[in-house]
């Protein structure tokens, strides 16, 4: 359906539960180096419960690394750096989610190359920021919403 690709995440349960998103919409999962937990840490695995070994994400070395073989592919940067809400995108199967660390976000340099691909979630001003994986969910489901043809199809 779509590919979620996690710039340099930090938190195994946040990971282990997008993983078990993934799994549950037919979506690829991209980690992105480095990590602050190996693949193998048992919280990632308890968030991602029996799912995980269906998964198979694929892990890249660094951002250059990933940029380099897919800096032609559709993508939509999550940030709160940016006015245009999610549900204005225009998703494609296919298309390439990208979520920063829980900590930093994406690379300004990255928001700023893709500046016409930046998306966000609206909060109110009381919020700073969403768990990352709720964040996947919302903007993952949307791309499925609007491709819901496509997605009843893979079931």
Same mark, same amino acid.
């Given at each position: 359906?779509?590919?979620?690709?996690?710039?340099?995440?930090?938190?195994?349960?946040?990971?282990? +539960?997008?993983?078990?998103?993934?799994?549950?919409?037919?979506?690829?999962?991209?980690?992105?180096?480095?990590?602050?937990?190996?693949?193998?840490?048992?919280?990632?695995?308890?968030?991602?419960? %029996?799912?995980?070994?269906?998964?198979?994400?694929?892990?890249?070395?660094?951002?250059?690394?990933?940029?380099?073989?897919?800096?032609?592919?559709?993508?939509?940067?999550?940030?709160?750096?940016? %006015?245009?809400?999610?549900?204005?995108?225009?998703?494609?199967?296919? %298309?390439?989610?990208?979520?920063?660390?829980? +900590? +930093?976000?994406?690379?300004?340099?990255?928001?700023?190359?893709?500046? %016409?691909?930046?998306?966000?979630?609206?909060?109110?001003?009381?919020?700073?920021?969403?768990?990352?994986?709720?964040?996947?969910?919302?903007?993952?489901?949307?791309?499925?919403?609007?491709?819901?043809?496509?997605?009843?199809?893979?079931?």
């Amino acid at each position: 359906m779509v590919n979620i690709v996690l710039v340099e995440p930090r938190i195994a349960p946040n990971t282990g +539960t997008i993983g078990r998103l993934c799994v549950n919409m037919g979506a690829s999962l991209h980690l992105i180096e480095p990590m602050g937990f190996v693949i193998e840490d048992s919280r990632l695995k308890r968030a991602g419960l %029996d799912y995980w070994h269906s998964l198979n994400p694929t892990v890249w070395p660094s951002l250059d690394a990933f940029m380099k073989e897919h800096s032609d592919k559709r993508m939509w940067l999550a940030t709160t750096r940016s %006015d245009r809400p999610y549900f204005e995108a225009d998703f494609r199967p296919g %298309d390439y989610l990208l979520f920063g660390s829980e +900590t +930093t976000g994406l690379p300004a340099d990255l928001l700023e190359e893709y500046r %016409d691909r930046c998306i966000t979630i609206p909060q109110t001003p009381q919020g700073r920021s969403l768990n990352i994986s709720i964040c996947a969910g919302i903007v993952a489901y949307e791309a499925v919403r609007q491709n819901y043809e496509t997605f009843k199809e893979m079931m």
